[in-house]
């Protein structure tokens, strides 16, 4: 079961990556980050109200108290989460989404090695033929790249993509030790909250310190609500994947890297972008690397 919700959370990442560029296109990225905290933290935070008011009183929904210690550790988790989405979004905005989908899918490679030597997770014969599968893929996608004039070696934005992917490799590491003691609901609650709370503190004294930014163009889309949705359902099913016993950060985390298959056929079906033969190959190897996953997880 645990699988099956890490695919379901990889395809609705794929819709997430697709609203997100569309909302960041000659628009500012502070902004469209702020409100997509903003409309998250919305989405959540009926379900603190109404588990304190004693409405919901169990099941998934139910937002039990915490203390100060557990409030610490999920505003830690809004920090990394926001550095890597900072990170994210500005390459995004500047890189074809069919480049910036698959340099994400490095991130389960990091992930990984932390499940390797931290939590002394196991993979079997199948899983490490997706994984070595999938990073192959990651190399052969730096080529495409190439062809459409972006050096992943010289080119800024690919560095920021690539802190992203760190960033989130730290974060999916960390959920896996946040999910021993907390509930899924609880984390994605109040994490979402803190982090509408911290971006409106960097936007404000951005606003504050530099000109430039009040001056940014910013264009209301309905793009950007969307972008909360898909990714606070997307959450969601990873949370409650990973939450589930004998579930796997390794092999969630690859199977989540999923997604760019679906923002590959968004970026070539309705964003027109280029290249796509070889990007094609390239997915198509992410594909099989997540056919092995699949198999080594049954």
């Not at 974060?171 to 030790?177: I, M, Q, T």
């Not at 889309?221 to 939450?243: K, N, V």
């Not at 594909?287 to 996953?293: N, P, R, W, Y």
Request: aromatic share 14%; with cysteine; glycine share 6%.
């Amino acid at each position: 079961m645990w699988a099956l919700l890490a695919f379901m959370s990889a395809a609705l990442l794929g819709c997430y990556d697709f609203f997100k560029k569309v909302s960041l296109k000659e628009n500012s990225v502070l902004a469209v980050l702020f409100l997509n905290t903003l409309f998250s933290s919305l989405l959540f935070a009926p379900f603190i109200l109404l588990s304190h008011a004693g409405i919901i009183t169990q099941g998934q929904l139910y937002v039990p108290q915490i203390g100060l210690e557990t409030h610490l550790l999920l505003l830690l988790k809004a920090v990394i989460v926001l550095s890597s989405w900072l990170c994210g979004y500005i390459g995004i905005k500047h890189l074809p989404i069919t480049i910036v989908s698959p340099i994400q899918s490095t991130r389960p490679v990091l992930v990984l090695l932390g499940a390797l030597f931290l939590f002394g997770e196991t993979l079997n014969l199948y899983q490490w033929i997706g994984v070595t599968i999938a990073i192959i893929s990651v190399f052969l996608l730096s080529r495409s790249g190439k062809r459409e004039g972006i050096d992943f070696t010289h080119n800024r934005w690919v560095v920021f993509v690539a802190l992203a992917a760190l960033f989130g490799a730290v974060s999916a590491l960390y959920d896996k030790y946040l999910m021993r003691s907390i509930e899924p609901i609880v984390v994605q609650s109040w994490f979402n909250i803190y982090q509408c709370l911290l971006m409106g503190v960097i936007i404000s004294v951005m606003n504050a310190v530099n000109p430039v930014q009040r001056s940014r163009k910013f264009i209301w889309r309905w793009s950007i609500p969307m972008i909360s949705i898909f990714l606070g359902l997307a959450d969601f099913c990873y949370f409650t994947s990973l939450a589930q016993e004998g579930a796997l950060i390794a092999v969630v985390s690859m199977i989540r890297r999923g997604s760019v298959i679906v923002s590959f056929a968004f970026g070539a079906l309705l964003l027109r972008e280029k290249n796509l033969k070889s990007k094609a190959f390239d997915v198509l190897l992410i594909l099989l690397g997540l056919f092995f996953l699949y198999l080594g997880s049954k």
